[in-house]
């Protein structure tokens, strides 16, 4: 009986250090970092709530509508100028940029609550308020750049669906915020939902600071689930797919019923309690994945002659390989000038690491910021003044409110989409991701030209279309960037593209849309000039944004045409197998982590200044 009790004892204490193990392997995994990326993006994207609580901040602060759209202008401003949190991405590890974030996250949002409420002693100027907004705002930049950069690097023979997930998650965060509020706060106060954006995505930032890592493919794995097998992550994407779809349709019905039917705070309760068994179901399909890796890792160690031979060979090859010869060797006769001219305008093939510099004054990132700059600044003036369109065109404020909960679903809608079907239409067919940053331009031109003519009840399908497209942007913008710039710098470059939007929709919100809407509100009113705070006169009929979304229709016709252009430069390069170089077992890690680049542990595949699958020079 001694002996059997030692016996149970000495089982029950293997299984709970087989299960202490396990459990380690998925805290420490990328796929758990994974998980704890989309749950941070999905809290990070308060912005695209600013149409709810903007008419708070006009009423209350007594702003017109160039004022709300100078507030609009920098809260893109802020979210989409992440050079410093690129910056400090290229020298601090991930969780230094998300703790960032989170820190000016609550100031800059708490700073806006308490100037709604009246706590502080006086009604701040416009210029402080821009202020507050911009620093909340530009935690989003840092919350993506410390998450979204770091899966990339993680997963980078995946990059679409990475990105269109992540991005997916994001777009859905301003209507996951909004179904939180309604639970905690039963709606109907604009500054409680402020109150909620400035400490709830620095919380979940903060839980999640020591799992966010760069933490390269483990190539201890057999080689046959390096890429589309089992252990290789393509199901894994799916299932997340899934689920993904499954939160945006639960979103959608619950924003329907909330709009139809009279809701208690114990039903907003409980339909934030699903919301939250969605947000989390994600945790599943990473534990499945990392035992199905645990499994394969098992397998592979029964065959340990063949496992030794191939770790032999890699240990052997690999550190004979020389490194992939780049424009950063100076020749020992040249100037300094010199050199450096050549070095930054001499750049490497596409696909290969650019240096930021070789990035900027490149024509093709040229391109990609007027595309942007026209797209997205348009889309960015429709969706920042959806509530003043429906007033505008006589909607009711029930249906106003839901348009923006709707943009927000479609604007998911619009990131999964290109992401997934870009990547399988790159893998399958080499279609060019340019070619559908293209289409995507074109098709937001219909949204803007049914707000433009105010066709009746086409605002449903214009929030729609606007909402997609304006989405869909993002994910094809970050993989066409890292694909022809390189991971190398991704952190900068991934920001420096995003600075186009704020521009674009400073001169087509600003100083398009919120002049000619005051100047037909001062005709409407009597004539004459409204202040900064000339007070809530609104501008009713389909003349108040007529002029402006034709203006914005054919800038974005004009930023699709130059998209054109960038579809033919990269025509040969999107012809070969662009990923290739990380399915052969290339490591891509941080700068900061100590771990070897891209660039530095790939060998050269046809020399320095060769083509590189399918890649060719910029000069």
């Known amino acids: 009986m001694v002996f059997a009790f030692v016996a149970g004892s000495s089982s ?71 050079v410093p949190a690129g910056l400090l991405s290229e020298v601090a590890p991930p969780w230094a940029v998300l703790a960032v974030g989170a820190a000016m996250n609550l100031a800059g949002y708490l700073m806006v609550y308490l100037s709604l409420a009246g706590r502080v002693p006086a009604p701040p100027p416009l210029w402080l308020m821009c202020a507050y907004v911009c620093a909340g705002a530009n935690s989003q930049a840092f919350a993506g750049t410390g998450a979204l950069v770091t899966c990339v690097r993680n997963f980078p023979e ?103 039917a009279s809701f208690s705070r114990a039903a907003y309760s409980a339909s934030a309690a699903g919301l939250l068994v969605l947000l989390f179901l994600p945790l ?87 595309a942007i700059a026209c797209g997205a600044g348009g889309t960015l003036t429709a969706i920042d003044n959806m509530g003043q369109i429906g007033q505008a065109l006589g909607y009711p404020s029930k ?75 993002w994910p094809l913008l970050y993989a066409v960037i890292s694909e022809l710039f390189g991971l190398r710098r991704y952190p900068t470059l991934y920001n420096l593209g995003a600075v186009a939007s704020p521009l674009g929709a400073y001169v087509l919100n600003v100083r398009v849309a919120g002049r000619l809407y005051d100047a037909e509100a001062a005709r409407q009113h009597g004539g004459g000039s409204l202040g900064a705070a000339g007070g809530d006169k609104a501008c009713f009929g389909v003349e108040c944004f007529r002029t402006s979304f034709l203006v914005i229709t054919a800038a974005t016709v004009g930023g699709a045409l130059v998209s054109l252009v960038l579809v033919w430069r990269t025509r040969d390069f999107y012809r070969g197998d662009i990923y290739a170089k990380f399915r052969d077992g290339v490591v891509v890690e941080s700068p900061v982590d100590g771990g070897p680049s891209a660039a530095e542990q790939r060998p050269s595949e046809e020399g320095s200044g060769g083509r590189v699958n399918g890649g060719q020079r910029d000069d």
């Open 158 to 260: 995946a990059r679409g669906a990475v990105l269109g997930l992540l991005k997916g998650y994001v777009g859905l965060s301003s209507a996951i915020l909004a179904q939180i509020y309604l639970a905690l706060y039963g709606g109907g106060d604009a500054r409680s939902l402020v109150l909620l954006i400035a400490w709830l995505p620095a919380a979940v930032s903060v839980v999640f600071l020591g799992t966010v890592r760069v933490m390269p493919p483990d190539h201890r794995r057999p080689k046959r689930s390096t890429h589309r097998g089992r252990g290789g992550g393509g199901d894994v994407f799916l299932c997340l797919l899934y689920i993904s779809v499954a939160l945006a349709a639960y979103i959608l019905v619950m924003i329907v019923v909330q709009r139809q």
């Open 399 to 473: 249906s106003v409110d839901a348009f923006v909960s709707l943009i927000s679903v479609w604007n998911y809608a619009g990131r999964v989409t290109a992401g997934y079907a870009s990547e399988a239409l790159l893998s399958r067919y080499r279609f060019p991701r340019p070619l559908a940053l293209t289409l995507v331009l074109l098709a937001s031109c219909t949204g803007h030209l049914l707000i433009a003519f105010g066709v009746p009840r086409a605002l449903y399908v214009a929030s729609v279309l606007v909402g997609f497209c304006f989405g869909a942007q």
């Open 284 to 370: 599943a399909v990473v534990v499945r994945q990392e035992y199905r890796i645990k499994k394969e890792l098992e397998d592979s160690l029964s065959h340990a002659p063949a496992v030794m031979v191939t770790v032999l060979e890699k240990s052997t090859v690999m550190p004979l390989a020389e490194p992939a010869s780049t424009t950063t060797d100076t020749p020992l006769a040249s100037s300094c000038v010199g050199s450096f001219l050549r070095h930054t305008f001499s750049p490497p093939a596409h696909g290969e690491d650019y240096s930021i510099l070789q990035a900027v004054v490149s024509v093709d990132m040229l391109i990609l910021f007027v």
């Open 12 to 82: 029950v204490a293997a299984e709970a250090l087989t299960t202490a193990r396990f459990t380690r392997q998925v805290l420490s995994g990328r796929w758990f970092t994974l998980f704890a990326c989309l749950l941070i993006l999905s809290a990070s994207g308060a912005t695209y709530a600013f149409g709810i609580y903007s008419r708070e901040l006009k009423s209350a602060l007594g702003y017109d509508q160039r004022a709300v759209a100078t507030l609009a202008f920098f809260k893109d401003l802020g979210s989409n100028v992440g």
